[in-house]
């Protein structure tokens, strides 16, 4: 009896935080390493444009390019900046995001601006990224999974106990170090690229697995 295989997405977090990170998840992409990424809409700017363009035209091959939401908390409005960043998005890039997730850690997660987004995922029909916590919206069957968190023989630990007919995320903070960039993972975003060139090779010696987009869950 045929099973579908595992469908698995590697996603690569922070897409406009730096013309650094972008330029190396560009490469990603384009080298089928990864088929799926996130824009922080509020941070790009003029500077980013022909790396947009080059994303949209990635987006057109069937590349999935979702938002990564900010909820600065201060605002104690989850709703109003989900909404405020997806017409960002859909200005940018002229049509819907293919996800929604969140720019911070699982322990660092608010999880009523998470249930917001799988609120507005829902209204929207646009799927979110499975946080573990109540979603009404499109998602993986399991809880996404950081590969910057852990080291590549936890992450060969976790690919071996994918199960067939199921959907998971790994995510990943791919970049170069940027010196003008102050985000905390600045330095680790290497390894990232790596971890996810490293699971690339792993998965092609594995049957049943299934690497995708968000276009395709």
């Known amino acids: 009896m045929y099973h579908e295989p595992a469908k698995l997405i590697i996603n ?8 650094v990170f972008n330029e190396e998840i560009l490469k990603l992409m384009k080298e089928r390493q990864i088929k ?3 824009v922080m809409v509020y941070r790009v700017n003029e500077v980013q444009l022909p790396q947009i363009n080059e994303l949209k035209r990635l987006k057109e091959e069937g590349c999935s390019v979702g ?5 600065s908390g201060a605002k104690k409005d989850p709703a109003g900046e989900i909404k405020e960043q997806y017409l960002l998005f859909k200005e940018i890039f002229g049509s819907d995001p293919s996800h929604l997730d969140m720019h911070m850690p699982r322990y660092f997660l608010d999880i009523a601006a998470a249930v917001e ?8 029909t646009i799927p979110v990224r499975n946080l573990g916590v109540e979603n009404v919206a499109r998602h993986t069957t399991e809880e996404a999974f950081f590969v910057t968190n852990h080291s590549i023989e936890q992450i060969y630990g976790y ?5 067939e007919e199921r959907s998971y995320e790994l995510i990943a903070h791919p970049g170069r170090f940027d010196p003008e960039s102050k ?4 330095k680790g975003r290497e390894e990232d690229i790596i971890k996810i060139k490293r699971i690339n090779d792993y998965l092609s010696k594995k049957e ?6 968000y276009n395709e869950l």
């Open 12 to 19: 690569a977090d922070d897409f406009g935080y730096s013309r």
């Open 36 to 38: 799926s990424t996130t």
């Open 67 to 71: 938002i990564h939401l900010e909820i």
């Open 117 to 124: 987004m799988g609120r507005f995922g829902r209204d929207k």
């Open 159 to 163: 690919l071996d106990g994918l199960r």
């Open 183 to 186: 985000s905390s993972l600045n």
């Open 208 to 213: 049943n697995t299934k690497l995708i987009s």
